[in-house]
């Protein structure tokens, strides 16, 4: 066999080879509960549980599909015939599942995927009692490419991207090519080399006038998540080929306009999820298991689309409809042209869910944390000396406990506090722990070369008073009353709440938690935001709230002569509008794209904030929309008015994923931020983490 040949063949292998992994994570969700389909359990050999976060994924994708189809059945409830065309079907069991929902009246299903993958699903079906009842009792003999012939299925063993056989096939079966049609392709196209996949499409448009095409891939293939999505596809042998041509949303909309389609709606995961599903059904989907990955779920969503196209004025009636978009507004995005320098630090550290303080010049304690060694009670301080920064691990007095998504909070005369955190979403973390660094004693492990040494000491706190529900994902801010330092913690989450909108006053001189009069709207419920202290007070901004939608608000606490009083700014323009192109559906033939704009406000969660002066400076974190990723956001709190700007990483040789990571300024004399820690489990495609610290150099943001 040639070499060619042979490397085709090994590349088509290995994407047939993805049917077998999706089925497995298809019948995971499904025994979980994500949604009903008794019949796909029957394709696999073994039934393995997935992670919930792998869970969730195959459940939006299954349900933005069936979204699509059971639209379709409904436009198509009237007409004597109509048909599904599945390409690259796999073991799809679409036809078993809407066969035993009676929802294919006057319906054909046509699956056409590799004759090796058909070979197979026949003789599932074939072999099993179950799906062999879903067909006619006397099915008549398989001949040439058409593995099963049923009344209303037909099971077709064709190269999808041989056009003419492809045709030849489905007139053979019996397609009728002026019937209202669906041409359904999952995860399907973008194997096939661009020049294929944009002929299939063609190919559709001119041979199907009445027909809606449904499609479900991946997209923006160059932020951190994107590039380790590739690499993982390029590793199975089943390179992503349309993503360079086709990056984003809008570039999938032009495309199937080009094609010879008359109308498109393209919505990535995160606006079909939060727009198109139901509350109620979010709300029993985000029941079903414990989960804390938000950051790696709203990422996953933002880098896959649903699309519909029509053909036929139909059809037009089957297209995805839009979520509910805040009106205009005369509000530009203020995106500064200046890109903020991003340079690694040369030491191995890596790390998710830490919490960081600098515990005196040069020292920045990091504790606690998951990594590739898992989930420890790792101590580790940051020493910056004449030769740079280097990193040693501590071991404290006192075992600081497995803990993720914690607070660490430098207190006014010296020394931190140790709140809150996780050891897995079913177990918070208890307790306080103070921390002071000794200089007194000998030359220990935190000796720098500067001459400073010191010790860690570590004591639990026993506190009096009504101690807030245990929590993480929250702030702990120093704030001053009466003379008084006070921990104030806002926020987070817990095992039973989805976010949490109370606040706690710890007096740390009595130790004990003490009520203060609050004056003022505060902040609704969130988790994952930041709070600064901020003239005696403090000032929050961003977050998750309880739907799972992130928070751009800036609210300041401030003291008053009783107590605090929360005050919201209105910043403009908030940080970051973004105009968004959306399709107008119309009932004329017609290949203009008409659109409607608005403006979407994209906020952020999981980042990390500063006060420097009268300016709070917001870093990286997660937005639902992936256009880049989230950089540096100054929010001048006097004038109330925020720019933002880019990060340039590329410096940085690995993706730099800004999310679950903590921050410090440094003691420099240039303004300067140190990044520690972040990454995170990249759905399927593997568990990412940044290798080393890294700092921003903050000067054109202070200008």
Known sequence: MPTSNRKKQGKDTAVQ???????????SAAARGYFQDVFLQHF???VARRAPLINRGYYVRWRAVDHCVRRFLHVTENCPRRQILSLGAGFDSAYFRLHADEALDGAVVFEVDFPDVTRRKAALINSNVTLRGMLEPHLPSATGPVYVSSGQYRLLGVDVREESQVEEALGAAGLDW??????LSEVVLTYMETQRSDAVISWAAKLLPQSLFVMYEQIHPQDPFGRIMQDHFLKLNSTLHALRQYPDTAAQRRRFLDKGWEQCVCLDVNDFYLGLVPEEERCRVESLEP??????????CSHYFILTASQGSLMAQALLTHAPVPPAASICPSWSPTALSVRTIPVPMEGL???STVVSPGQVLLTGGSSRGGRGPVTRILLRGQEGWRSVSVEPPVDLGVRLYHTATSLPGGGLVVYGGRSSPLNPTRGLLRVTLDTRGPPGPLHSEDGDTGTLCVEQMVCTGDAPAPRWRHTAASVSHKGKSFLFVFGGKNESEAALGDGYFLCLDQQHWTEIPLEGAAPEARHSHSACSYQGGVVVFGGLDRRGVPLGDTAVLRPTDGGFSWERLELQPPPVPRCVAFKKPTTKKTKKDHVLKFVLFVFRYSHSAHVIGEKLVVVGGVWLHSDGVPGVVVIHLT???SVELSLDTTSVPWPLMLHSFCSELTDSEEPELLLMGGGGNCFSFGTHFNLQP?????RPALR
């Open 694 to 698: 890294v700092t921003v150099d903050l």
């Open 178 to 183: 002026a019937a209202p049609t669906l041409i």
């Open 291 to 300: 989960f804390d990955e938000y950051e790696e779920w709203h990422q996953k």
């Open 639 to 641: 004038t109330r008015s």
């Open 44 to 46: 696999v050999c073994k």
């Open 353 to 355: 869910g830490m919490a």
């Open 17 to 27: 080879g993805t049917n077998d992994s999706s089925v497995v994570s298809k019948v």
